[in-house]
């Protein structure tokens, strides 16, 4: 990130200006709102600024801009229509360490003024440093759409009744939600649509019933996060991920979709990645329990769909036991992502009429897949945790009858930018992994329909695009 972003509080602070343009007047606008004492100083000065002038909430000198008029300065605006002289200016104010800003000058500038949306007291500022004007103004304007009028509105009242919810509420996860209730609920609505009186009474009745309320019983959302790109995550997993108070995630859940949880929720990482150390299962039921005995919303995120070789029932099972509220959030499974990812149609009516999803990771002896029902004919097969078997995969696929050259692909990092797709076939499939180098997480995806995805295959990225830059 190139620009810090902050809100400065410039009550009452020495701000300059140079220049006294149509630009100047619109940073002025701003700057009065935020009662800064601007100081404008111009040889020649628009009307506007004039005027304002006049009435005294600026002060004006019209003339040359001198260094000495940086003194005690705390914030500058350099606004002449001269770019050798901005940057001489700017140059001055650099370096008696005052912020800085050169309009339409980013390089010149210490700091930028992002595009707002203005809702006082709510702000919303968009920044897109410096890359793209036009984006920002679309940006602002969708955010414009978004944010209702009334918006500033309603946050003075929300710290109106703040004070009262603070004396009944000691609590303040109690609090919290509280809040939560009456911003998604409909006394914010009430308020939103200008009807403050019906907004006050619901709020209240909320807050009476909340205090007597006994404290909030915990409760544990299986949330399935998808294969990898974040915007796979259905909207209610999103949302259990924004009211979190606790997040418990594996390691396979990508740092895009973590991301989307709140804020300030706990989230503990709670591992099972290949050969290296994870939590036992035990102490995750132990984890999820002693969260949600607390009275916590957790939520426990993981890879794909929990109930895809997600232990996810038996994390259901600890928590019934325990007597705890659980609900799940299906996810889009990794089979499901990469093959839309890879322009692999799982079933088709000339090559696949049926779907296989199957563990190639043997935890014990004896639990070998039924390889004689996974080479029947007519049906796509997936293995999840397979690209370290996959050998002895192929192996025995063709032991009990697939040919050779029965067509597979590996699909690794599915839906994700580094997404790699490698197409062969039984007999030189575990080669070509090897080759490529391909790592986990990975699937094997075994019939006819892999040999399509040369033909369906669309999602391409970057690394990809100078992988095949090189191969030519
Ligand atoms: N519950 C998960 C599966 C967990 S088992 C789901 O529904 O997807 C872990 C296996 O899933 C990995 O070994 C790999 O085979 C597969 N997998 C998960 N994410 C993947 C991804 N982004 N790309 C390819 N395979 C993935």
């Not at 099972?272 to 036992?280: D, E, F, Y």
């Not at 986990?440 to 995806?445: C, I, M, T, W």
């Amino acid at each position: 990130m190139k620009y810090f972003p902050a809100f400065f509080d410039l009550a009452a602070q020495p701000v300059l200006i140079v220049g006294a343009g149509e630009v100047a007047l619109r940073k002025l606008a701003l700057l009065e709102k935020c009662g800064a004492r601007v100081t404008v100083v111009a040889p020649q000065v628009h009307a506007g600024i004039q005027a304002r002038a006049a009435a005294g909430t600026l002060r004006l000198l019209t003339r040359e801009f001198e260094p000495d008029d940086l003194e005690r300065v705390r914030l500058a605006i350099v606004a002449t229509s001269r770019r050798a002289l901005n940057r001489w200016i700017a140059k001055l104010a650099d370096r008696r360490g005052i912020p800085v800003n050169v309009v339409d000058d980013r390089e010149a500038s210490r700091f930028i003024v992002p595009a707002i949306v203005d809702r006082d007291p709510v702000t919303v500022a968009v920044c897109t440093a410096g890359t793209s004007p036009v984006l920002a103004r679309r940006l602002r304007e969708r955010l414009e759409a978004f944010f209702p009028q009334r918006f500033g509105e309603l946050a003075l009242w929300l710290a109106d009744i703040r004070r009262q919810a603070v004396v009944k509420l000691r609590d303040t996860a109690a609090r919290r939600r509280y809040f939560e209730d009456v911003i998604d609920g409909p006394a914010a609505r009430r308020l939103i649509e200008g009807d403050r009186r019906g907004a006050e009474r619901i709020a209240q009745q909320f807050l009476a019933s909340t205090a007597q309320a006994p404290p909030p019983r915990g409760e544990v959302t299986l949330v399935g996060a998808g294969p990898g790109d974040p915007e796979l995550l259905t909207l209610k997993a999103l949302r259990a991920l924004q009211d979190a108070d606790v997040v418990l995630y594996d390691r396979l859940v990508s740092s895009a979709v973590l991301d989307m949880a709140r804020r300030d929720a706990l989230r503990i990482c709670v591992g099972k990645a290949a050969h290296q150390p994870s939590t036992a299962q035990a102490d995750i039921h132990a984890l999820l329990i002693e969260h949600a005995l607390a009275g916590r919303r957790v939520v426990r995120l993981k890879g794909g769909d929990p109930f895809v070789f997600g232990r996810g029932g038996e994390e259901l099972q600890a928590l019934a036991a325990a007597g705890i509220a659980f609900s799940v959030v299906p996810g889009i499974t990794a089979a499901i992502g990469a093959a839309a990812y890879a322009g692999i149609p799982l079933t088709h009516r000339q090559h696949a009429h049926a779907v296989t999803f199957v563990t190639g990771h043997a935890d014990e002896p004896g639990q070998e897949p039924n390889w004689a029902a996974l080479v029947q004919p007519g049906q796509t097969v997936v293995f999840y945790m397979g690209l370290a078997r996959i050998e002895h995969i192929s192996r025995e696929l063709q032991a009990h009858g697939a040919p050779a050259s029965f067509p597979a692909a590996l699909v690794a990092q599915a839906t994700l930018p580094d997404q790699r797709v490698v197409n062969g076939t039984l007999a030189t499939i575990a080669s070509l992994a090897a080759t490529a180098k391909l790592a986990s997480p990975a699937l094997l995806v075994i019939g006819e329909v892999t040999a399509l995805s040369s033909q369906l295959g669309w999602f391409s990225n970057a690394a990809l695009a100078a992988e095949r830059h090189q191969i030519a």
